[in-house]
């Protein structure tokens, strides 16, 4: 079983950057897709990036060019650069992670969404 938490979300103006984490206890997240997912008030929670076993990065169109992540297997965490930041980023930042190859947006969501992954609680993330 994996526990995973968050950390990082804060209130910015537009034009500014956030780094989130993600740190990781139970398992080792070497072998696991991880991701960072988000929700807005009254919509659908969606992918932002994932990152794959041997570090590869997949990222939504919105997140191109103005977000990075990586993760470190030694210590545990997976991380979130996030510059431009812009007013429809706001929402709340969900770390997670699932056993699935491809690694993938589509893919790890489908498996979260099964129920066969895991979520963090959540970190806040607000641009104005």
């Known amino acids: 079983h994996v526990q995973l938490v968050e950390s990082g979300g804060d209130s910015v103006p537009a034009g500014g950057s956030l780094r989130l984490s993600c740190v990781a206890s139970?398992?080792?997240?070497?072998?696991?897709?991880m991701g960072w997912f988000r929700q807005a008030p009254g919509k659908e929670r969606e992918g932002v990036a994932v990152v794959g076993v041997d570090g590869s990065t997949v990222f939504a169109e919105s997140a191109k060019g103005r977000f990075t992540s990586s993760k470190d297997s030694v210590k545990n965490t997976l991380d979130l650069q996030m510059n431009t930041l812009k007013p429809e980023d706001s929402a709340m930042y969900y770390c997670?992670?699932?056993?699935?190859?491809?690694?993938?947006?589509?893919?790890?969501?489908?498996?979260?969404?099964?129920?066969?992954?895991?979520w963090g609680q959540g970190t806040q993330v607000t641009v104005s």
């Open positions: 997670a992670a699932a056993l699935v190859n491809p690694c993938n947006i589509n893919t790890l969501r489908t498996v979260l969404t099964a129920g066969n992954g895991y």
């Open positions: 139970g398992d080792t997240i070497g072998r696991y897709c």
